[in-house]
């Protein structure tokens, strides 16, 4: 039930793959030199997740994401400079540097923002489903969230809404085995997490989340479903978070072995070799579009870090409430 | 005596409790090998094990739903929540729960839970792990509210917080690597009691939290101009020491009240009715009491924006300094 992507899809599938890649490396160097503050999630190693999920949406269809955002919001569309502006906190960033790593959102791209209070957004996310189905829209929502954001409770009681309201939600699990330091087998009462939507009539599928063509081809399926049945669904993608939870993980709760093995099978090796397996790509293409990435990255991330335009305080003020001001 | 940090005073206040009763419990999200999201925990799954660490799902409304039945039969657990923001997940085990529990069964069983959680800002973790919700818990009977500034009142204060019989909300800043001198060996703080962490003549500040130490520093500047400042760290948000705060106003006759949390419907304004409600204090009163507190307004990510957002030594300044009009 996968896809193979022709020579052009592949390509385009690799560039964003790479892409997301050195943005992460970017941004952990970025935080290792302490150019920039805060906190971060990097999603090293789920490349395949965000690479498989929004290119194969209508590009009108919603995401609405979470803490590990940035590979979802480089995916849906949003531009490396846009992005790393917010991470920078300049004025011309995603929400003006108000939000930061954990809150990137791109309306331009129907991206619909984060909760970094994990699970919550799925609620959210649930939320604008029923307001395109009011609407008469066609188009859905993907719902992210992780296995650690599987206990709570919200995302137990969206489903269940989706189910009675027939909403157009895809309930997309990127499913990296930790939350944090936890271990989902210690953490969730069920091998598949997509075995649970069977408790609320949801279609649902798990599906290898590190193979990009796989993804791809789940979500264009789950999409047509959602679309042609008016009915929600559960994806289960499950991969590995390769990088740590966020900056100044010691990665005491797991081995190095395993992370081994999951190297082994790192999303980017797998698409780069069966590209180069297919004739569509050499290891000279792979490094000229590496190198090239790298440049123009590093070309728009030494532009930024020179930057200081901040909003004013009175400008951040006045977003505080819709009718302006902060009373 | 031995220097501690505050997230050591609060971890050895946990392992005295925990090897002295074995219903003390500990129970959270990552508390175990990773030591909690800000490493309050380390060492304690180690050296307890798993009947008294235990690792939660992420289920904040169910864990302390769950901490409030165990506590109900006998356990003594100690909650901790990664951030306070994710209290408003927890406030329905809390508020409708835990704190009612004792009155609603005339007192045939009682909530001996000490839920623990840090709040306030200047992490760069943006709007929704940077809030100062103490006024969420403040407003409910049944609860007790402490929120200790220094490692000595965390130790002191958290100790009595386990062996009391209520539920009490245990507040953190998250400067956990401020250090102080402690006591060796085993002492408590009684909860309710404020410190007077300075004394002076001319104004009264009133905080509790980080802010004290900001409210510190104001202080030593204001010395310069020559304005003694008693400084009061409430430690205890309820029961409220008010005793201690209306003794010291009536001496120094101005009071200035200094939180983080935004100062629309916050716990500062408690503690100005307390004095302007009060006659002797009312009348002994020179100037409006002042409030110096967060602005109101989420957390920016920005740098620059975040640290505009708490009550700045300058601030603290310009407010006293604003009491004393023929002085400005
Ligand atoms: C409600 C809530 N509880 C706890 C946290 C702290 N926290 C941040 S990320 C995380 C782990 C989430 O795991 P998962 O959903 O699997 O996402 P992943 O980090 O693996 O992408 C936790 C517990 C949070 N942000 N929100
Ligand atoms: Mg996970």
């Given at each position: 039930m996968s896809i193979a992507f022709n020579r052009e899809q592949g390509l385009k599938s690799l560039t964003l793959m790479?892409?997301?890649?050195?943005?992460?490396?970017?941004?952990?160097?970025?935080?290792?030199?302490?150019?920039?503050?805060?906190?971060?999630?990097?999603?090293?190693?789920?490349?395949?997740?965000?690479?498989?999920?929004?290119?194969?949406?209508?590009?009108?269809?919603?995401?609405?994401?979470?803490?590990?955002?940035?590979?979802?919001?480089?995916?849906?569309?949003?531009?490396?400079?846009?992005?790393?502006?917010?991470?920078?906190?300049?004025?011309?960033?995603?929400?003006?540097?108000?939000?930061?790593?954990?809150?990137?959102?791109d309306l331009e791209h129907h991206n619909g923002g984060t909760s970094a209070v994990v699970g919550s957004g799925v609620a959210i996310a649930t939320g604008m489903a029923l307001q395109l189905k009011r609407t008469g829209s066609h188009n859905l929502v993907v719902a992210f969230f992780g296995d650690g954001a599987s206990s709570r409770g919200i995302i137990h009681e969206a489903m269940n809404m989706a189910s009675i309201w027939n909403l157009p939600v895809l309930f997309l699990c990127e499913h990296n085995l930790y939350g944090m330091?936890?271990?989902?087998?210690?953490?969730?009462?069920?091998?598949?997490?997509?075995?649970?939507?069977?408790?609320?009539?949801?279609?649902?599928?798990?599906?290898?989340?590190?193979?990009?063509?796989?993804?791809?081809?789940?979500?264009?399926?789950?999409?047509?479903?959602?679309?042609?049945?008016?009915?929600p669904y559960l994806l289960e993608t499950r991969t590995y978070r390769l990088s740590g939870h966020s900056k100044n993980d010691i990665r005491n709760y797991r081995t190095r072995e395993e992370e081994a093995a999951w190297s082994q099978r790192d999303p980017l090796k797998i698409l780069k070799e069966r590209m180069i397996a297919r004739g569509h790509l050499s290891e000279d293409d792979y490094n000229l579009l590496e190198k090239h990435e790298q440049k123009s990255l590093d070309k728009i991330a030494e532009s930024l870090a020179k930057q200081k335009r901040y909003l004013s305080f009175e400008e951040a003020s006045s977003y505080v409430y819709a009718t302006g001001g902060s009373r | 005596m031995k220097k501690l940090s505050y997230r050591e005073a609060i971890r050895e206040a946990m392992i005295e409790e925990m090897a002295r009763d074995e219903q003390v419990v500990i129970i959270g999200e990552d508390v175990g090998c990773y030591g909690g999201c800000f490493k309050v925990t380390t060492g304690l799954l180690e050296r307890f094990g798993t009947h008294q660490v235990i690792e939660t799902p992420v289920s904040e409304e169910g864990l302390v739903g769950v901490a409030v039945g165990a506590a109900m039969l006998g356990m003594r657990p100690v909650v901790e929540i990664m951030y306070g923001d994710f209290s408003t997940l927890a406030a329905d085990p809390l508020i409708n729960?835990?704190?009612?529990?004792?009155?609603?069964?005339?007192?045939?069983?009682?909530?001996?839970?000490?839920?623990?959680?840090?709040?306030?800002?200047?992490?760069?973790?943006?709007?929704?792990?940077?809030?100062?919700?103490?006024?969420?818990?403040?407003?409910?009977?049944?609860?007790?509210?402490?929120?200790?500034?220094?490692?000595?009142?965390?130790?002191?204060?958290?100790?009595?917080?386990?062996?009391?019989?209520?539920?009490?909300?245990f507040l953190e800043h998250k400067v956990y690597g401020t250090e102080s001198v402690i006591p060796e060996g085993e002492f408590t703080i009684p909860l309710g009691l404020a410190d007077i962490k300075r004394q002076g003549k001319d104004v009264s500040i009133i905080t509790y939290g980080k802010t004290v130490f900001t409210v510190l520093k104001a202080a030593a500047i204001l010395e310069d101009t020559e304005v003694s400042v008693e400084i009061i760290d409430l430690r205890s948000l309820r029961p409220l020491d008010t005793p201690t705060i209306l003794e010291s106003v009536r001496k120094t006759g101005r009071a200035v009240v200094v939180h983080e949390a935004p100062q629309f419907g916050g716990f500062a304004g408690e503690v100005v009715a307390q004095i302007v409600g009060d006659e002797e204090t009312f009348r002994a009163l020179k100037a409006p009491v002042a409030r110096?507190?967060?602005?109101?307004?989420?957390?920016?990510?920005?740098?620059?924006?975040?640290?505009?957002?708490?009550?700045?030594?300058?601030?603290?300044?310009?407010?006293?300094?604003?009491?004393?009009?023929?002085?400005?």
């Open positions: 790479i892409r997301s890649r050195l943005f992460e490396k970017k941004i952990e160097a970025l935080f290792s030199s302490h150019e920039m503050h805060g906190t971060t999630h990097l999603a090293i190693g789920q490349e395949a997740v965000h690479a498989g999920v929004s290119p194969a949406l209508d590009p009108e269809d919603w995401i609405l994401t979470t803490h590990r955002c940035h590979g979802h919001t480089l995916a849906k569309g949003a531009s490396v400079e846009a992005m790393l502006s917010e991470f920078f906190g300049l004025s011309q960033g995603l929400s003006k540097g108000l939000g930061g790593s954990m809150h990137l959102v330091s936890s271990c989902a087998t210690n953490m969730v009462s069920v091998e598949s997490i997509a075995s649970r939507g069977a408790s609320y009539s949801i279609e649902s599928r798990t599906v290898d989340g590190n193979d990009v063509e796989v993804v791809y081809a789940a979500v264009q399926e789950a999409a047509q479903y959602i679309r042609e049945e008016s009915r | 729960h835990a704190a009612k529990t004792h009155f609603m069964t005339a007192g045939q069983f009682s909530v001996p839970l000490v839920y623990r959680t840090p709040m306030g800002s200047g992490t760069g973790a943006a709007a929704q792990h940077t809030q100062s919700l103490e006024a969420l818990f403040t407003n409910i009977p049944g609860l007790k509210v402490v929120y200790p500034a220094t490692p000595i009142d965390a130790k002191g204060l958290l100790k009595s917080a386990i062996r009391d019989p209520d539920p009490v909300i110096v507190c967060g602005k109101e307004m989420p957390t920016p990510f920005n740098k620059d924006l975040e640290r505009q957002l708490p009550p700045s030594p300058q601030a603290i300044i310009e407010a006293v300094l604003a009491l004393f009009p023929s002085a400005v």
